[in-house]
């Protein structure tokens, strides 16, 4: 193999995502909320009226899975679905009120962890993470497309 595990920027890109991603999951759960239903919620924020295959991508997750998480908001009333008024296949969702008092706490926290993440580093200091990680991810994709 002819690296140990601790040698593998893997390894360290791995521990820094997961220690997000701890602290991510627990930002919600005031609120009520899964990540996921986190997510579609601040993504309905800022497009109201999107449709269930504009937030699936958005929210970087597959078609059945928004699905889901629509159908279980629409049930426990952070969401409603209407008919668009033009193309009537195509439905639009929408915060309701109680959506948006959902989204605004666990937003405050999202909000928190990102700013201590950010408060660790110069604004500076901060570029250079951002543009070693867009290396990373080119590296990797070239990889798999060679």
Same mark, same amino acid.
């Given at each position: 193999? /002819?690296?140990?595990?601790?040698?593998?920027? /893997?390894?360290?890109?791995?521990?820094?995502?997961?220690?997000?991603?701890?602290?991510?999951?627990?930002?919600?759960?005031?609120?009520? +909320?899964?990540?996921?239903?986190?997510?579609?919620?601040?993504? +309905? %924020? /800022?497009?109201?009226?999107?449709?269930?295959?504009? +937030?699936?991508?958005?929210?970087?997750?597959?078609? !059945?899975?928004?699905?889901?998480?629509?159908? %279980?908001?629409?049930?426990?009333?952070?969401?409603?679905?209407?008919?668009?008024?033009?193309?009537?296949?195509?439905?639009? %969702?929408?915060?309701?009120?109680?959506?948006?008092?959902?989204?605004?706490?666990?937003?405050?926290?999202?909000?928190?962890?990102?700013?201590?993440?950010?408060?660790?580093?110069?604004? !500076?200091?901060?570029?250079?993470?951002?543009?070693?990680?867009?290396?990373?991810?080119?590296?990797?994709?070239?990889?798999?497309?060679?």
């Amino acid at each position: 193999m /002819g690296t140990t595990a601790d040698d593998r920027l /893997g390894t360290d890109t791995k521990r820094a995502e997961q220690a997000l991603v701890a602290a991510r999951s627990s930002a919600p759960k005031d609120a009520g +909320l899964t990540v996921a239903q986190y997510v579609a919620l601040f993504i +309905l %924020t /800022g497009s109201p009226g999107v449709s269930g295959a504009a +937030l699936d991508r958005s929210c970087l997750v597959a078609p !059945q899975a928004m699905a889901a998480v629509l159908k %279980t908001l629409e049930e426990r009333g952070p969401v409603a679905g209407s008919a668009h008024p033009w193309h009537r296949k195509m439905l639009e %969702t929408h915060l309701t009120d109680t959506g948006r008092r959902a989204v605004r706490l666990a937003d405050a926290q999202a909000v928190r962890i990102e700013r201590r993440l950010a408060e660790e580093f110069t604004p !500076q200091e901060r570029d250079t993470p951002r543009r070693l990680l867009a290396r990373c991810v080119t590296a990797v994709r070239e990889d798999r497309n060679p």
